[in-house]
């Protein structure tokens, strides 16, 4: 399993911007971000392949959303533009090998998460 280490987040108004980072510890091949709200199970948001050809969002965040990685430096990220209150919560990255999937089942290693909170 790889070490994953996320940088990013905090708070911003709604229609706002911020961008999420994901470093890993080593080589990483599917990635992928998910999110947890308050009272609520944790959700899928983005997932990429190794490659960066294959990227994958939930419809939540289709158009607003771009997850895209570096592995020169084994990094991800996620760029959230047009912020909505609804986009609130404790975001995680992860790492699973082989493809990216929507399941976080299939995912091996998580980062540490990071706060997000949008205000209207």
């Known amino acids: 399993q790889v070490q994953l280490v996320q940088s990013g987040g905090g708070a911003v108004q709604a229609g706002g911007s911020l961008r999420l980072s994901c470093a890993a510890s080593?080589?990483?091949?599917?990635m992928g971000w998910f999110r947890q709200a308050p009272g609520k199970e944790r959700e899928f948001v983005a997932a990429?392949?190794?490659?960066?050809?294959?990227?994958y969002y939930a419809d939540s965040v289709k158009g607003r959303f771009t997850i895209s990685r570096d592995n020169t430096k084994n990094m991800v990220y996620l760029q959230m533009n047009s912020l909505k209150s609804e986009d609130t919560a404790v975001y995680y990255c992860?790492?699973?090998?082989?493809?990216?999937?929507?399941?976080?089942?299939?995912?091996?290693?998580w980062g540490q998460g990071t706060q997000v909170t949008v205000s209207s």
């Open positions: 990429i392949s190794y490659s960066g050809s294959g990227t």
């Open positions: 992860a790492a699973k090998m082989g493809g990216p999937s929507v399941r976080s089942a299939d995912f091996d290693s």
């Open positions: 080593g080589r990483t091949f599917g």
